[in-house]
Structure formats: structure tokens, C-alpha cells
């Protein structure tokens, strides 16, 4: 009689652990379920934040353009004959535009592993200026930023080091900076002034 109450509790125990680890087990499946929904969910997130910033870069960008003043030569939808020189400039439509720009400028570029919040200023600088020099931009914005102590080599190559120094970086000085490049260049060819009010607008919207 005396050993009944132990011989129960032993089995109320091998119950009790049975039940922790299926539940357990369930929410780690249900864990798991989430973390590929959210997965899909940031690509597709991705996705329309390059559709949407693409509307905006392609509205400043406009139509076909052949500005003798503009040294990247004939251009339609931001693609310049200059960069590009295999592209048919004047027949190029919107989803060739649109390929080109998500192979050769949004993935090389890295924009989407930037916060969210310069994705827009960032990307659009790529396009207006060309990679390197855009992210020479982004790390001069970063030094800025950060301090002495915590500088970053001003290179234009998009690397780890880079991508954890804008981390908190603000969109507003990051325009800032962007602005004062456009600046310099027209400072250095003062014929440019004539798109510098252009630059500032596009910048700043």
C-alpha cells in the first residue's frame, strides 16, 4: 500500500514529460511554419519596394534625352548610351529599363540590405551617379555620422563594414551629403549648374 502513491506518481510523470515535449515539438513546427511565411513575405516585400522605387527613380529619370551637355550622351529611362553602349537607347522600353536596373544596378548595389529608410535616397543616387560614387557618398554620410573612432575607409565598395556603419544613419544626412557632391561638381564645371536645381529637387522629394 505504501509504494502505490510513488509507482502513480511515476507514471503521472512520463505522462506529464510526454505532453511537454509534444507540445514542444508542435510549436517548434508552428515556429518553423512562421519563419518560412515571413521569409516569403520579405521577398515579396523586396520585391514591391523595388517596384516602388523604381516608379520614382523612372518619373525623375523621364523619356529619351540626347543633352549634348550630358556626359553620359543619349538616354532614356536613366539608361545613358555612355554606360551602356550594347543598348538600343532610343527603342529601349520600360521592362528591358527595368531588367537592366534590377540586374546591373539594384543587386550589385546592395540597396536592399540597407535600412529601409535610405533604400530610396541611396539607390537613386546609383542611378543618377554611378555606384561608386554613390556609396563614396553613403560612407562620407557614415563618417559623418559615426565620429572619429569609428571611420570607415572611403572607397566605394559596398561591404560589411559599410552596411553596419549606416545602420544608424539618417536620411536626411545622407541628402545632405548627396547634395554636396552634386555641389562640388558644379563648383568643378560650372556648365552643370544648369541641372544643379534638377539634382536638388530630385534629392529632395
Not at 550622351?73 to 532610343?90: F, L, N, Q
Not at 560612407?139 to 572611403?154: F, T
Amino acid at each position: 500500500m505504501g509504494k502505490e502513491p510513488s509507482k502513480k506518481s511515476w507514471y503521472q510523470r512520463c505522462y506529464l514529460t510526454s505532453r511537454r515535449r509534444s507540445r514542444k515539438s508542435n510549436e517548434d513546427q508552428r515556429r518553423r511554419q512562421s519563419l518560412g511565411r515571413n521569409e516569403r513575405v520579405d521577398k515579396r516585400k523586396l520585391e514591391v519596394k523595388f517596384s516602388e522605387i523604381m516608379e520614382k527613380v523612372l518619373k525623375h529619370e523621364g523619356g529619351y534625352v540626347n543633352d549634348p551637355d550630358d556626359p553620359g550622351g543619349e538616354t532614356k529611362y536613366g539608361i545613358a548610351k555612355r554606360s551602356h553602349p550594347e543598348v538600343d537607347i532610343k527603342n529601349l522600353t520600360i521592362d528591358g529599363a527595368l531588367d537592366i536596373y534590377k540586374r546591373l544596378y539594384w543587386t550589385p548595389s546592395k540597396a536592399e540590405k540597407l535600412v529601409p529608410e535610405l533604400r530610396l535616397c541611396y539607390f537613386d543616387g546609383v542611378v543618377n551617379m554611378g555606384q561608386g560614387r554613390m556609396v563614396k557618398v553613403l560612407q562620407r554620410a557614415c563618417n559623418n555620422k559615426n565620429g572619429r573612432g569609428k571611420k570607415i575607409a572611403v572607397d566605394g565598395r559596398i561591404g560589411r563594414m559599410t552596411l553596419k556603419a549606416s545602420e544608424n544613419l539618417e536620411n536626411e544626412r545622407l541628402k545632405a551629403f548627396r547634395l554636396l557632391y552634386y555641389a562640388n561638381i558644379v563648383k568643378k564645371n560650372p556648365v552643370l549648374e544648369k541641372y544643379y536645381f534638377g539634382w536638388f529637387r530630385r534629392v529632395m522629394f
